[in-house]
Every structure is written in C-alpha cells, then in structure tokens.
C-alpha cells in the first residue's frame, strides 16, 4: 500500500464553494488531490466498481461525510482531520479507512435515505471499510485504528459503540480474508495440476 496517502499540496486546491447539504453549508475545495484520488480509484478497484462520485476538501466539517445534492453524489473530507487521526494512530490506513467508510455510506444506497444515519447504516459502511482495507492489505488492527480513535464507547443515537462497530469492521475484514484465503488455495491447485506431467499408462505385451 502506497505511503503517500492524505500528503496535501494546498497549491493544487482551487476556490472555496459553498454547498448547501443536508447537514448544512458545507465549504468544499476542488479538486482533491491526485494522491487521494488515486486511493480512492484502489477502494473502487477491489469491489469491481466505477467511481460515480466527487471527491472534494472540506474545512468546516471536521470529519468525512457521504452527501447527496440533488442527483450528484460527494464525498468530503477535512484534510486537516483525517492527518491528525494517521497522526494520532501512526498509521495511513486510518484515513484510508474514513474514505472507505464513506463510499460505503454511498453503494449501500444510505445517501438516499433523507433521515440521516442510523445504526444499521453505520454498522454496514464499517463492514464495508473492513472488507476493502484486507482487500487492500491492510492488517485487521490497521482496519479498526481510525475508529478505535473515534467512536464513542457507549454510542450515540445515530451512531452505535465502539465494541459493535470494531466488531462490523472485523465482520468485513474477515470476510475479505475468506476471499483472499480460498483465491490463493484455487491458485496453488492450479499451478499444482499444470505442473504435474501426465504419465501415458504403458501397455502390456
């Protein structure tokens, strides 16, 4: 997995727009970098899928949101938060893990849903972050850093606890983990019955 996630040139940020969503005026930059775009194109890539969403700097959000403007989908990231989380548990895949998450929020069809999150909804965009990282290599502890950092132990009313949450991303993670597991078993049989000479049976006089 590249090293180079969330490193941010400022200068490539273009003038800030102000996007009315549903949690209120978002202050979205354009465009997000190359770097980020690039581990975005990775996520999509492991599940087989096409990018149908805009990727953009937030400042004012402190944290990453999955949002809906009318037909046209988003996501936005505080750039200044997602590196003080990698900070703050030493490692990349936290941020990778946020966005993950968030592209969860959007192929599960949550953006659609007008009433904001709910348990269910977060539980499977964390599965979903999960399966991608040990898609991606991350180690399951990479996968659940971010969220270890920033859930709450006894949860909220639109976000379940800490325990259920790290237990949706190992769900996933495992998941993923199965996958990769019997893809390389298939492999070995096959390269074991290529390399195997076929031996013509020896007729008796």
């Not at 599965?127 to 920033?150: D, H, I, N, P, T």
């Not at 993670?173 to 996958?179: M, V, Y």
Request: glycine share 6%; with cysteine.
């Amino acid at each position: 997995m590249k090293a180079l996630f969330f490193v941010f040139c400022l200068s490539f940020l273009l003038a800030v727009s102000d996007l009315q969503a549903s949690s209120g005026t978002i202050h979205a930059r354009t465009p997000a970098t190359s770097e980020v775009r690039d581990i975005i194109q990775e996520i999509v890539d492991v599940i087989g899928l096409k990018t149908r969403f805009e990727i953009r700097t937030a400042d004012n959000i402190d944290n990453a949101a999955a949002v809906l403007i009318g037909e046209k989908r988003f996501i936005f990231y505080d750039e200044n938060f997602v590196k003080s989380i990698n900070s703050a548990v030493n490692t990349d895949w936290a941020g990778v893990s946020i966005l993950a998450h968030e592209i969860g929020h959007h192929l599960n069809g949550h953006t659609l849903n007008e009433k904001g999150s709910t348990h269910i909804e977060e539980l499977e965009a964390d599965e979903f972050s999960g399966f991608v990282l040990r898609r991606l290599g991350a180690g399951l502890g990479e996968a659940q850093a971010a969220m270890y950092k920033l859930s709450s132990e006894h949860g909220s009313a639109t976000h379940p606890n800490r325990g259920d949450r790290l237990k949706a991303i190992e769900a996933g993670w495992q998941k993923a983990d199965a996958q990769i597991r019997a893809e390389k078993s298939a492999q070995n049989r096959a390269c074991s019955t290529a390399q195997t000479p076929s031996v013509a049976k020896a007729e008796m006089p």
